[in-house]
């Protein structure tokens, strides 16, 4: 039984119940295609890490964010 874990990083604009369903669908259907799976078989989790749980390069993604937005705006 396959299993297929996405970790999605939670976004100010959360991922909709249909765009988690898309992407349930999609890798059943990839892993029907590509490894012979049966779509039954496939078990798909879709985890969302709060940004302040991860980083990258050495800083929290909270940082990250805020610098790629650019100064605030008067």
């Keep these: ?7 999605l990083a939670r976004r100010e604009l959360p991922t909709t119940a249909a765009q988690k369903a ?3 669908a999609g ?3 990839l892993m ?3 490894l012979d799976k049966r779509p ?3 078990t798909v989790i879709i985890d969302e890490v709060d940004p302040e749980n991860w980083g990258q390069g ?7 964010r805020q610098r790629s937005k650019g100064p605030a705006q008067a």
Excluded: F
Aim: proline share 8%.
């Design 1 to 7: 039984m396959p299993l297929v874990n996405i970790r």
């Design 22 to 24: 898309a992407l349930i």
């Design 27 to 29: 890798v059943t259907q």
């Design 32 to 34: 029907q295609q590509v």
């Design 40 to 42: 039954d078989s496939v």
């Design 58 to 64: 050495g800083e929290p993604v909270t940082v990250i």
